[in-house]
């Protein structure tokens, strides 16, 4: 563990729940962080976490960006990323964090020669309050170096990730991982928003044969990509996440709640087009998307 004088400071971009969750614990392990927000301000906020409540304070980000973490909706990521390109410094180090799929290829595109740029998953669940940012689920993360300027720099961004959002599971290929992701996203997310509950509710029987089909579905695909996902152990999976985070709402469930514009397009819509690529009929995801298009208004 580098000491308080070696940690590297964290750009934080803006005040979402999974930044600030990331912001706070990194800022509670004595690494200097500030933030990126569209109206640059100091900002304060509690972290909330197992009854224990921590009271942190944040500093508008100076330029150039060194270390920064992006955690935004799958659909904002690009525009996020043009704003932030002038910013960087040469030797900057980007980690990128959100549900659905990404496109891997674009993101290793943006980064500069010696620009470092990462892809991180998390299982961890936090919500947005007024005044606090809660961390309701404990989890896990998957974090992948997409360039050798990232792969050059993995002890330190490994040991604030770790700070962060760990344990943190280190890949090469984290693909497989984006696909059991992928899958646990395109039942939770969707069923929640549209059924208006919380993720728990989604393991009683009423469920059991769509979200079935939904995950034969997205198992169909992952090999026609060639990713192994196995149906049984998909379906264990995504009903242990449920458990897991029952008592939480899905951030697809919240956005919906606020009439904040949906995640689809890199979930059930990424399902939907990947799959017409193939050929690969996948009627469940469709009739999903089709029916929270018909009752969403963004
Ligand atoms: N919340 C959770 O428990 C979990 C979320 N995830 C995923 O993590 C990702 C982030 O989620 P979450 O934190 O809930 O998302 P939010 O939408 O709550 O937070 C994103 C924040 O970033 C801000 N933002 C977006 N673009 C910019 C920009 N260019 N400059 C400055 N600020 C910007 C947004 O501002 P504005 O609102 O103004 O656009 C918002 O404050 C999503 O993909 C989500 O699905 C994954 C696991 C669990
Ligand atoms: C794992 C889950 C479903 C937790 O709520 C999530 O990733 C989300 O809400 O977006």
Redesign the pocket.
Known sequence: MPSTQQKLSWVIVGQGAIGLLTACRLQHASYPVALWLRQPAPLSVTLQASEISTPCYFLPAARPLHQVFIAVKAYAVADCLAQLSPELSANAQLVISH?GMPDLAYLQSVAAFEQGIWFLST?H?ALRTAESVVHT?QGQSILSPLNNAARQAEPAIVAAMTEALGPIQLTTDIRPALWRKLA??AV??PLTALHNCR?GELATIAFNQQIDRLIAEVCQLAALEHIELERQQTKAHVYQ?MHA?AK?Y???QQDRYYQRPLELDAITGFIINTAAKHQLPVPENQALLDALRQTTTL
């Open positions: 549900n299982s669940a689920g646990v996203n939770i997310n993720n996440v985070t939480n899905s951030s697809m």
